[in-house]
């Protein structure tokens, strides 16, 4: 490709420089080989402006950035925002992805529902692949995640990847992070999903207000007018979701049981599984769902509302739902004890996902609620202690213990937690913790063992050492039952 091919992105029409040959994007200059374009962004730890000449010296074939930067012997291309135009950059580059993509956002869920889709399209006979914080997958392929949203550069690489293979369908998760960072810009949405809202990453935006406004980028930034937006119709933020999709001019689609796309008629749950009763287009559908969680009958709606909307017929969306299998780490039921006390590996690191797991449970529980979570370091600290409150609030036995701390001191994370639980026991080595609790397991008691899911770490510092929750929990068993 030529600089000229990046025309109406980037300000090369009628330079010396359009005849440039591009080997590649990058917004990294520890990557940049020749030929590449280098974007400088401005970024939370450092000014990718500051690496300018040190891109240049590897042999960019252009610098783009917010501003002029002046001395460098490579042309430099000013635009206003350099994040957007590396997004769409990225995807003019690669050229391919596949052809049906949905992307969805809100606080919860958004693994949940990616991998959901994913499996209505293979159950619909399509090649789907779905793409978040577990990773990607596809036919083939199953890579372990590290963003939730990739940065704009891997992601269309990987779009192309996925279209190369054949894959037609792709879910994707927005996270407020990749939407505000214009990760996404540069992606061909035909759908967007919302689920809920909740507290989250209030140390990266300032108010709820703000958190909102960036999620609602994906309707009113990336959507096509008239594009369908799927949205849970139960949360306190889906009304003013619903007024931002309407104001964006898209085509709103409501489900839940004020749903009026795919409405929620009723319910009945039991541990592992629960029957919905589902009204679409007059049509009553029963829906037996194979997964334990109330919260998971939203997620698989929105997923249904994201098939359905993209061109799968409504029986078939809602038959796949009887064949979901969990994403990995969401209300994952590892093992039972003897007795059958089930223990349960969760993903719940927000104030309001670990609110809704524990509810979710409590029905079946007919002796004790135990909870083993903490608070992850270098994050929102002001969730540690609403967290100790609900935990404290819904669980019978509290086990505050450690969540990658990070660079933080973790008797201070724990302290925090601790602050508003009192009477939780406080057992900072998350091994002993998972050990202590599945050995205090008495027939009928549930353990939620939160914060962690599918991850495979522990960072302590800027160390990370292997650790997994299921393996824990899992080499718990087997000691108990020996
Ligand atoms: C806080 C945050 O979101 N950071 C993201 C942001 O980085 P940044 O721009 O702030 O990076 P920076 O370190 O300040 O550096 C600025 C620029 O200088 C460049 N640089 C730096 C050093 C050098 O030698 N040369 C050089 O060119 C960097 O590549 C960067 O372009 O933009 C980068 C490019 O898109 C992201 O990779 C990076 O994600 C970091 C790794 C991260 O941990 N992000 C997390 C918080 C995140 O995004 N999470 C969300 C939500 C999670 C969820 O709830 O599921 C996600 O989507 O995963
Ligand atoms: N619809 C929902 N409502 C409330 N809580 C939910 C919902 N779906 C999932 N959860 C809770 O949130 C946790 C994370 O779910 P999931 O990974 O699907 O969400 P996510 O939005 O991708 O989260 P993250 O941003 O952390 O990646 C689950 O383990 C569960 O505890
Ligand atoms: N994507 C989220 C995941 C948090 C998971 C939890 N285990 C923690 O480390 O806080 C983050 O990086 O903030
Ligand atoms: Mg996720």
């Given at each position: 490709m030529k600089l000229r091919d990046l025309a109406g992105i980037l300000p090369v029409e009628g330079t010396a420089s359009a005849d440039l040959e591009v080997t590649g994007i990058s917004s990294d200059s520890r990557q940049v080989k020749p030929g590449v374009v280098f974007f400088a962004l401005a970024g939370t730890k450092a000014d990718g402006a500051t690496y300018a000449a040190d891109a240049a010296g590897r042999g960019a074939a252009a610098i783009v950035a917010g501003n002029a930067i002046a001395g460098l012997p490579?042309?430099?291309?000013?635009?206003?925002?350099?994040r957007l135009a590396l997004a769409l950059s990225a995807a003019r580059y690669f050229g391919r992805q596949p052809e049906t993509m949905v992307a969805v956002t809100g606080t919860s869920g958004k693994t949940s529902v990616a991998a959901f889709t994913r499996q209505i399209w293979e159950q619909t006979g399509y090649a789907a692949a779905s793409i978040g914080t577990t990773g990607v997958v596809a036919p083939g392929r199953n890579d372990y995640g590290s963003l939730t949203t990739?940065?704009?550069?891997?992601?269309?690489?990987l779009l192309k990847e996925l279209a190369d293979a054949g894959v037609t369908h792709a879910s994707m998760e927005a996270s407020s992070?990749?939407?505000?960072?214009?990760?996404?810009?540069?992606?061909?949405?035909?759908?967007?999903?919302?689920?809920?809202?909740?507290?989250?990453h209030m140390d990266y935006h300032p108010t709820v207000e703000d958190y909102h406004r960036a999620k609602m980028r994906l309707f009113?930034?990336?959507?096509?007018?008239?594009?369908?937006?799927?949205?849970?119709?139960?949360?306190?933020?889906?009304?003013?979701?619903?007024?931002?999709?309407?104001?964006?001019?898209?085509?709103?689609?409501?489900?839940?049981r004020h749903g009026d796309f795919l409405r929620l008629k009723r319910v009945e749950h039991e541990r592992h599984r629960q029957r919905a009763e589902v009204e679409a287009d007059g049509v009553l559908y029963e829906v037996d769902l194979p997964l334990a969680g109330d919260f998971q009958i939203s997620n698989a709606l929105v997923s249904a509302g994201l098939a359905i909307s993209t061109g799968t017929p409504v029986a078939k969306a809602l038959m796949a739902l009887e064949k979901l299998k969990g994403a990995p780490g969401r209300l994952d039921l590892v093992g039972t004890t003897a007795q059958g006390a089930p223990v349960y590996v969760d993903y719940a690191h927000k104030p309001d996902a670990l609110e809704?797991?524990?509810?979710?449970?409590?029905?079946?529980?007919?002796?004790?609620?135990?909870?083993?979570?903490?608070?992850?370091g270098d994050r929102d600290r002001g969730k540690r202690p609403i967290m100790g409150e609900i935990a404290t609030r819904l669980a019978d036995v509290v086990i505050v213990t450690d969540d990658n701390p990070r660079s933080e001191v973790p008797e201070t994370i724990r302290a925090a937690i601790l602050a508003a639980a009192p009477g939780a026991i406080e057992i900072g080595d998350r091994r002993q913790a998972i050990h202590d609790a599945v050995a205090m397991l008495h027939a009928?008691?549930?353990?939620?063992?939160?914060?962690?899911?599918?991850?495979?770490?522990?960072?302590?510092?800027?160390e990370t050492l292997h650790f997994?929750?299921?393996?824990?929990?899992?080499?718990?068993?087997?000691?108990?039952?020996?």
């Open positions: 490579v042309p430099v291309l000013a635009v206003e925002d350099p990739p940065d704009p550069v891997a992601l269309h690489q992070h990749g939407l505000d960072q214009r990760r996404l810009d540069g992606v061909q949405l035909a759908a967007g999903g919302f689920t809920n809202l909740g507290r989250d009113d930034a990336l959507l096509p007018k008239g594009a369908p937006a799927v949205i849970f119709a139960d949360d306190p933020w889906s009304a003013p979701t619903i007024h931002a999709a309407q104001a964006a001019g898209l085509d709103v689609l409501t489900v839940g809704n797991v524990l509810a979710s449970v409590r029905p079946f529980t007919t002796g004790r609620v135990i909870v083993v979570f903490g608070c992850g009928g008691d549930t353990l939620i063992v939160a914060g962690k899911g599918h991850e495979e770490g522990q960072t302590i510092g800027s997994s929750d299921h393996e824990e929990v899992r080499a718990a068993l087997v000691e108990r039952a020996a």
